[in-house]
């Protein structure tokens, strides 16, 4: 599976941005794709994830009610919309895919298989 990021950029507290993530290659129908993100001297954080076969969805609790993730099945893409973003959001983007996960691992990087390039988002205050 190769993943590829787009989106990101700069934008004002309170804006919108949308980050995507294309899959390629072979795809699993139980694969589960998740963004995470980074600052400088801390681990990436989980942000939020989606699971192919239920659509199900899972979310930090720092990004619920703000952050959207959603697939485009024509295009075996998965999009981040993220609303109302605040300076603390900023930091690098990462986009993961994972086979098949379990619940209470999706949360962890070590449970991903593959990983994309990352994306900033900055966020000014």
């Known amino acids: 599976v190769q993943l590829q990021a787009s989106g990101g950029g700069l934008v004002q507290a309170g804006g919108s941005l949308r980050l995507s993530c294309a899959a390629s290659g072979r795809t699993f129908s139980g694969l589960v794709m998740g963004w995470f993100r980074q600052t400088p001297g801390k681990e990436r954080e989980f942000v939020a994830a989606?699971?192919?076969?239920?659509?199900?969805?899972y979310y930090a609790d720092s990004v619920k009610g703000r952050f959207t993730i959603s697939k485009d099945n024509a295009k075996n893409t998965v999009r981040l919309q993220m609303d109302s973003l605040k300076p603390e959001d900023t930091a690098v983007y990462f986009c993961a895919a994972a086979v098949s996960l379990i619940v209470s691992r999706l949360r962890s990087e070590r449970a991903y298989d593959y990983w994309g390039q990352g994306t900033q988002v900055t966020v000014s205050s």
């Open positions: 989606f699971r192919w076969s239920t659509g199900s969805t």
